[in-house]
């Protein structure tokens, strides 16, 4: 095997085949074969040049030091070839991705296994961009790497789409929480204190004609009024969600919701710190959902509701043992939407298990600290 160092690998990717093909003539007598490793080496220049015009490519040796990089890797990294080859791509390092995201990808190419995914770059001037990765491992006689192509396209415009996608729909999540504080505070406080009032007006009424039936009647409808529209301004948003956090909220609502639809509600919870009104909304929002769902479709006596608080995330699950679905048949209504990009907007992750007559478990893991999509990643 002729082994080329990095200093002329350049030379070596398809851009030496007439000078291959000159040698071979001296070397081969074989008319046919000679033609058939003519077109073989032909193609190989014409996928390099397809390669080269539509990619970023990179080739490494198998400790990860750069070997070769075409022009379009220069372009967007506004490194020139000298200063990147020998290097290896902690040159291009952004800081975003934490080590066990580098660990993961080179566990999974020394293992001889194709790595794709996403990668965020900072180029020599400073600025970021994104690139969509494909690392493809070329392997020995023995099994194991000893080089490594990379092929890449640039996805910063989109990565900055779904960026300003993602920051968007935090503003209408806000906005629509507002607007349900604003309208169930006037239902509470509005029309469920006008009701108040003429309740008291009845009592009087009722008190000075001796329980005329039909004033007697007419205050039991008024009561009932009353109680649709404390019911109705909770659903839209319980004030003791701002007054005193997610948990005693959502004790309420489990007992309202068992109390209502006869389904038991075992609530484990050892959540004791505050997380700032997004993430507990995000929490009681996912939770309420959840548990309607189960309702609705899960046929069940009994359902179960955990709040774990751990160091770093807390971990939210709700589980029943009812009918369950088929994930791959199941249709993306409205609620399951409004769950993931709630998770979404508090940087969350939101994981919906099933099994046909075994149940649905629904998991959302909020961390503790500050969301990445309240900051800007796709610079």
Same mark, same amino acid.
């Given at each position: 095997?002729?082994? *080329? &160092?990095?200093?002329?690998?350049?030379?070596?990717?398809? &851009?030496?085949?007439?000078?291959?093909?000159?040698?071979?003539?001296?070397?081969?007598?074989?008319?046919?074969?000679?033609?058939?490793?003519?077109?073989?080496?032909?193609?190989?220049?014409?996928?390099?040049?397809?390669?080269?015009?539509? &990619?970023?490519?990179?080739?490494?040796?198998?400790?990860?030091?750069?070997?070769?990089?075409?022009?379009?890797?220069?372009?967007?990294?506004?490194?020139?070839?000298? +200063?990147?080859? #020998?290097?290896?791509? =902690?040159?291009?390092?952004?800081?975003?991705?934490?080590?066990?995201?580098?660990?993961?990808?080179?566990?999974?190419?020394?293992?001889?296994?194709?790595? =794709?995914?996403?990668?965020?770059?900072?180029?020599?001037?400073?600025?970021?961009?994104?690139?969509?990765?494909?690392?493809?491992?070329?392997?020995?006689?023995?099994?194991?790497?000893?080089?490594?192509?990379?092929?890449?396209?640039?996805? %910063?415009?989109?990565?900055?789409?779904?960026? +300003?996608?993602?920051?968007?729909?935090?503003?209408?999540?806000?906005?629509?929480?507002?607007?349900?504080?604003?309208?169930?505070?006037?239902?509470?406080?509005?029309?469920?204190?006008?009701?108040?009032?003429?309740?008291?007006?009845?009592?009087?009424?009722?008190?000075?004609?001796? #329980?005329?039936?039909?004033?007697?009647?007419?205050?039991?409808?008024?009561?009932?009024?009353?109680?649709?529209?404390?019911?109705? $301004?909770?659903?839209?948003?319980?004030?003791?969600?701002?007054?005193?956090?997610?948990?005693?909220?959502? =004790?309420?609502? %489990?007992?309202?919701?068992?109390?209502?639809?006869?389904?038991?509600?075992?609530?484990?919870?050892?959540?004791?710190?505050?997380?700032?009104?997004?993430?507990?909304?995000?929490?009681? =929002?996912?939770?309420?959902?959840?548990?309607?769902?189960?309702?609705?479709?899960?046929?069940?006596?009994?359902?179960?509701?955990?709040? +774990?608080?751990?160091?770093?995330?807390?971990?939210?699950?709700?589980?029943?043992? #009812? *009918?369950?679905?088929?994930?791959?048949? $199941?249709?993306?209504?409205?609620?399951?939407?409004?769950?993931? +990009?709630?998770?979404?907007?508090?940087?969350?992750?939101?994981?919906?298990?099933?099994?046909?007559?075994?149940? %649905?478990?629904?998991?959302?893991?909020?961390?503790?600290?500050?969301?990445?999509?309240?900051? &800007?990643?796709?610079?």
């Amino acid at each position: 095997m002729i082994k *080329h &160092s990095g200093k002329h690998y350049a030379q070596i990717i398809g &851009s030496d085949v007439d000078y291959l093909l000159s040698v071979l003539e001296n070397e081969i007598d074989d008319k046919s074969m000679l033609a058939q490793v003519n077109q073989s080496l032909k193609q190989l220049a014409d996928v390099k040049f397809a390669l080269d015009e539509s &990619s970023i490519v990179a080739v490494t040796d198998h400790k990860g030091k750069i070997e070769y990089v075409n022009d379009k890797f220069c372009e967007i990294s506004k490194y020139n070839r000298d +200063e990147l080859l #020998g290097k290896d791509h =902690r040159i291009i390092n952004s800081g975003h991705h934490g080590r066990e995201f580098f660990r993961e990808l080179w566990e999974v190419i020394t293992a001889g296994e194709v790595w =794709r995914g996403e990668v965020k770059n900072r180029a020599k001037d400073g600025s970021f961009y994104w690139v969509n990765t494909t690392i493809v491992p070329f392997l020995d006689e023995a099994g194991k790497p000893y080089q490594y192509l990379a092929i890449r396209s640039e996805v %910063t415009q989109r990565k900055r789409a779904e960026q +300003e996608l993602k920051e968007m729909m935090v503003k209408v999540i806000e906005i629509q929480e507002d607007e349900r504080k604003r309208i169930s505070r006037e239902l509470h406080d509005g029309i469920g204190q006008g009701l108040f009032s003429l309740l008291i007006r009845l009592d009087r009424l009722i008190s000075d004609h001796n #329980g005329l039936t039909e004033l007697t009647a007419l205050r039991s409808d008024v009561s009932g009024m009353m109680e649709d529209i404390r019911g109705l $301004a909770w659903e839209l948003r319980p004030s003791v969600l701002d007054d005193l956090g997610v948990v005693p909220a959502i =004790r309420t609502y %489990t007992d309202n919701y068992s109390q209502h639809f006869g389904i038991r509600v075992q609530l484990h919870c050892n959540l004791k710190s505050r997380l700032g009104i997004m993430k507990e909304t995000a929490i009681y =929002r996912v939770i309420q959902e959840a548990l309607t769902n189960i309702a609705k479709y899960a046929d069940v006596a009994e359902a179960e509701v955990m709040i +774990e608080e751990l160091p770093r995330k807390v971990v939210i699950r709700i589980v029943d043992g #009812g *009918h369950g679905f088929i994930a791959s048949e $199941a249709q993306r209504g409205v609620g399951l939407f409004s769950m993931e +990009e709630r998770a979404r907007s508090i940087g969350g992750q939101l994981d919906i298990t099933s099994q046909l007559g075994k149940g %649905t478990a629904v998991q959302l893991v909020v961390p503790k600290e500050a969301s990445k999509y309240q900051s &800007s990643d796709a610079t």
